[in-house]
């Protein structure tokens, strides 16, 4: 690990890591998508801790990796400290973050309903990311990712992805 700059702050890593974007969903940082759970500041650099979305994620080296990228380029010292518990939710997505992945024409998850009845139970109300209707049909449990299913809006006929909730 390379020795730290003494005027490299814990907010300034946060800010970089603003800027680490997701392999999978492009649109969303992993701070926006909140798999990073700390950053904290070491006699020899900084510790950045963070949580995959699940611990079967093919995301989670690649990830760590830009992590690891962008921190170097920066000029900053860090070693990535993966943790599993509490296990990531989607209620640490970030406001800006769901915003992003409706922007971007995925349906984000609801906030506040991550239990596994939210995923085996009763189907979920999601609205078009498009054209905001409730009008809309799961097409498959399965999506472009693990974390997303794939519906259809009735109205407006667009096709589109639900991050699932978890």
């Not at 800027?19 to 990073?36: A, Q, T």
């Not at 093919?58 to 962008?70: F, R």
């Not at 139970?121 to 498959?140: D, L």
Request: charged share 25%; aromatic share 8%.
């Amino acid at each position: 690990m390379m020795t730290a700059a003494a005027d490299i702050s814990a907010a300034d890593v946060w800010g970089y890591l603003g800027d680490v974007l997701d392999p999978e969903i492009p649109v969303l940082s992993v701070v926006d998508l909140g798999i990073v759970r700390g950053v904290t500041r070491e006699e020899d650099g900084f510790t950045v801790t963070i949580t995959p979305t699940y611990s079967g994620c093919p995301a989670t080296d690649v990830i760590q990796s830009l992590i690891e990228e962008k921190l170097a380029a920066e000029g900053v010292a860090a070693k990535i400290k993966t943790v599993l518990t509490p296990p990531w939710t989607t209620d640490w997505l970030s406001d800006e973050g769901r915003r992003k992945l409706k922007d971007f024409g995925i349906a984000p998850p609801a906030p506040g309903i991550t239990s596994k009845r939210a995923l085996l139970g009763e189907a979920q109300h999601v609205s078009c990311p498009r054209c905001n209707s409730g009008n809309t049909r799961k097409i498959s449990e399965f999506g472009s990712t693990p974390c997303k299913a794939h519906y259809q809006c009735s109205d407006c006929l667009e096709p589109f992805d639900y991050f699932k909730c978890i």
